[in-house]
């Protein structure tokens, strides 16, 4: 890579990615794009070029590229689980549309593509714990159903084209920056609840389990797929990753132990819960260990350092971090 735009640059995790590209490349090499100016703030990053484009507009979307010139193009702009479920044409037209869009772009100009997908894509007759690599995928919500549909249509214009075409299986995230709509959102804003102090009503189960990341991994297993060698990817589209598995209760405790106390009460929404429960457990990453060499540097530990840093260490894992084992 040497030159990148990112579509939805504004969102969770393109805000993160950005920044991670610019402090590689350089500010001038990354273009941020989206439907709303990025953020600029006082990161490292957040100056570079940016653009508001729209990624359903292909003759925006081939204009911003025309000035850019990328060789890869991070596709991220989406509707998420439980925003595409409240409005699911709007869902399936973005998550679509803009996705052919960036794999015609590529066919037009030689550019990889970054895809991500999603744990969504696993649906109840999915095996739960864990979820391998290839498996039958029959999801229950528009965005899972994108998500399938876009790592096949990956798959095609890889094998039909020759577009280096590549993505990962995005467990829960958790970062700084404001989540998307996501059925995993419970797990960012608990933690924005105990920076302020104050309590947090969950929208899971308390038992609820689920895999999760934090960002700074997602980033980088975005960014090491992308450089890695082609002739050992047997997947390209889509590769599970994880870090960890959390519950709603466990990630209270861990935070109680670490703050001194943390109250968590619960208001179950049955739409998110019931598509929380139709997603894996647990998913197996052993695959993307094997083929490019993930390992993530975040454990549970480690995220709480990261998220609560006046409580713990500089920023970043800890020294006896032990990542989560292949399983």
Same mark, same amino acid.
């Given at each position: 890579m040497n030159r990148v735009m990112v579509t939805g640059a504004s969102g969770q995790v393109g805000v993160e990615l950005v920044r991670a590209l610019r402090r590689t490349l350089g500010d001038a090499s990354v273009l941020a794009t989206d439907l709303r100016s990025p953020p600029k703030g006082n990161h490292p990053g957040d100056e570079g070029p940016s653009a508001i484009v729209d990624c359903t507009d292909r003759a925006a979307l081939d204009a911003a590229a025309a000035r850019h010139r990328p060789d890869t193009v991070f596709h991220l702009a989406a509707i998420l689980s439980a925003v595409g479920e409240a409005d699911p044409e709007r869902a399936y037209r973005v998550n679509m549309g803009g996705l052919v869009n960036v794999l015609e772009l590529a066919r037009e100009t030689g550019a990889g593509v970054f895809v991500p997908s999603s744990i969504a894509v696993f649906g109840p007759g999915s095996p739960r714990d864990p979820a391998p690599q290839?498996?039958?995928?029959?999801?229950?919500?528009?965005?899972? @159903?994108?998500?399938?549909?876009?790592?096949?249509?990956?798959?095609?214009? =890889?094998?039909?084209?020759?577009?280096? +075409?590549?993505?990962?299986?995005?467990?829960?995230?958790?970062?700084?920056?404001?989540?998307?709509?996501?059925? &995993?959102?419970? +797990? @960012?804003?608990?933690?924005?609840?105990?920076?302020?102090?104050?309590?947090? &009503?969950?929208?899971?189960?308390?038992? &609820?389990?689920? #895999?999760?990341?934090?960002?700074e991994d997602? &980033?980088?297993?975005?960014?090491?797929?992308?450089?890695?060698?082609?002739?050992?990817?047997? =997947?390209?589209? /889509?590769?599970? @990753?994880?870090?960890?598995?959390?519950?709603? +209760?466990?990630? /209270?405790?861990?935070? +109680?132990?670490?703050?001194?106390?943390?109250?968590? #009460?619960?208001?179950?929404?049955? @739409?998110?819960? /019931?598509?929380?429960?139709?997603?894996?457990?647990r998913i197996d990453d052993s695959a993307a260990r094997s083929d490019w060499g993930w390992k993530p540097r975040f454990d549970l530990h480690a995220l709480l350092d990261a998220m609560l840093p006046s409580d713990g260490p500089a920023r970043g894992p800890s020294p006896e971090t032990t990542p989560t084992p292949s399983r």
């Open positions: 290839e498996c039958t995928q029959r999801p229950t919500t528009m965005y899972g @159903v994108t998500k399938v549909a876009g790592e096949l249509l990956c798959d095609y214009y =890889h094998r039909r084209f020759g577009v280096d +075409a590549r993505g990962l299986r995005y467990p829960g995230l958790i970062s700084d920056a404001p989540p998307g709509g996501g059925t &995993t959102d419970w +797990a @960012v804003e608990i933690f924005e609840a105990a920076s302020e102090g104050r309590g947090y &009503t969950c929208f899971l189960g308390p038992d &609820t389990q689920l #895999d999760m990341m934090y960002m997602a &980033t980088r297993a975005a960014m090491e797929l992308m450089e890695a060698d082609p002739a050992h990817l047997r =997947h390209r589209n /889509a590769y599970n @990753v994880t870090s960890m598995q959390l519950t709603p +209760a466990r990630l /209270a405790d861990a935070l +109680a132990d670490r703050l001194g106390a943390f109250e968590i #009460d619960y208001e179950v929404d049955p @739409v998110r819960q /019931a598509i929380a429960d139709s997603w894996p457990r």
